[in-house]
């Protein structure tokens, strides 16, 4: 069990959750371990998890997307702007918008993939590029949208806000995906030694070009259910949150250098960081130490992950 | 058999779950304190949510003037928001403050997006004040604030005035926020009446100085006849003003833009800008608490409840209007 524990970031980052959980539960009894408060965290992390899981995929391959957050919001505002405007059904408007991310990220996919453009490159041109779009699309953004695509957001399910079921069914389906089909198990190899997964016959290219837009759909996905929540499709959804999912993909056990993590990790890496956010709230910590102490978090979580791997190689 | 018997008993199970959001959300009543004492009562939280917590514009007006109201009154305040502009966040902050039951909600209007949230505070029987934008479609028991439109239209009447009703104009801020479209509103309206002005351009300089700066090289570039430049955000006139200098045109080219930090008063002084509209945003927040304040103690009960009557017990709507700063009154604000 111990082992288990030091080996895999998703068995130590639970304990961490859980340990963090149930300190904060001590210290404020009335107010942090409530139904509607663990409701509230992880509807505040549900788009983020979402995009996570993406960039899970990607990391894992060993590429990276800066152009999710512009994706996200061109997303909303196309399917807004298209219903509001043009008086385009729901569905219809929400395969168009999916569309939209679909064709970003075969872009991004085609020329990282096949024109061995850097990923970094092309993802940040891309991203001002959509960002852009989005302002186009939406000017200071639309409010007033349709009834039924709010409630794709805001409806419940057994009490639970919907935004957190796409989460978990988001999570749940990657989770089996990577683990249990040989397609998706082939982007550890890739991510680990390109050069081997190709020569052993892997479709590299065309499988880089999935990830990317498997990223764009989840986070036009994301860019949909936000605006469904909000009400409303902003232009300036999702500005950072490129690296705020990269961050929480890392903590969750990737690696910039690829081959590495699993998706519940994403999960876990996001829930850590909305469970931080949640406790400064609450202990009304001002939002001038809120970044610093989410910083000092993140790089002493990191330590003591890398502490515990040196002892398990000393130990095994 | 068995199984469809099963899917379908538990499909049926999960619509049962369901539930759609409601279409009108219901006021609850408020939460009060019978003192009508002039000092709080000491466990008395009122918490001001915003985005961009940093922005030295409103660390310098809005929060150091909440603060101050909380240490008169002798009542806790709380800060909070994400540090970066980001309305989804704030959001998300509000959700979780709700849940903590504060005693008051001062909330900074940043987008009409927030008016669910809002509604949700003023549900859960918080008194919810809302400052800087009004939020349309919310029920907000009151907001104090300044109307855009109206800051564009100061800043169109002077660029008039200034260039003779004649030349090229450009103006910027961060594109696609709702207040700021306003103003870029009421600065068109009046520049479109004057048939010898060319608008030049449009530009989002991003709420960077450098930015701002970087785009007016590029607009005396394109432009060497340029007559005037209005800026919309508080980083906007440092940023005109900074590459205007460098170019040696200050005081030709003339510029307009908005707050009136200490760095934009002494470029007035300087003369190389010739205007600021300016809010009271003190007022904003100061006297957003105390109507917070009101509520919660009954200091003027005008029904025996509120919330039940469909009233509230202070002003809905104030309009604190807006500073004209130039050189003839500058040293007013710098010697303050």
Redesign the interface.
Known sequence: MIHKILESRVYSLSILLVLAALITSVIFPS?FP?F??FS??L??LS?DTIVAVGMMLLLISGAFDLSVGSVLAFTGCLTAYLMHFFGFPVPLALTIGLLGAFMIGWVNGYLIAYQNINPMIQTLAMMGIVRGCA?MV????I?NLP?WF??IG??????IQMPIWYMLATVGCFTFLTSKTIFFRRYYYIGSNERAADLSGIQVKKMKMVAFIISAMLAGLSGIL?SSR???A????G??LELRVITAVILGGATLTGGYGKIPGAFLGALFMGLV??IM??A?V???W??IILGLILIATLWLDKYLQKKYSEIG | MLRFYIICTSLLL?LA?????P?NQISAGLTTHKTNDSVGVANE?Y?MVTTA??MPMYVNHDQAAFKRWGEARKVKV???????????AQ???I???I???PTGLLINGT???I??VINKAVAAGIPTVVYDSDIP?SNRHAFLGTDWYEIGKMQGEEIVKLTGGKGKIAYMGI????N??QGFEGLLNVLKKYPEIEVVGKY?DKANVEEAARITSDILSAHPDIAGICGFDSNSGPGIALAVKEAGKAGKIKITTVDWEPEHLQLVKEGVIQMLAGQKRELFTWYGAQFLYDMVHRTNPLAQNDAEAGITSVPYNINTGLLKITSENVDQFINR
């Open positions: 107010t409530t509607e408060n509230q965290i509807l505040n788009v302002l939406s000017g200071s953004g409010q009834y709010n409630a805001q409806s419940k399910l057994l009490g936000l909000l009400g409303a902003l232009p300036t959804m500005r950072g956010s949640n709230v609450i009304r001002s939002g001038y809120q970044e | 999960l779950g369901c539930e759609l959001p279409k939280e918490v917590v940093t709380s800060i909070l928001g994400p540090a970066d502009w980001d309305v989804p959001i998300n902050t959700e979780e403050v849940g903590t039951k987008d009409p997006a008016a669910q479609g594109l696609g926020l709702v700021m479209e989002d």
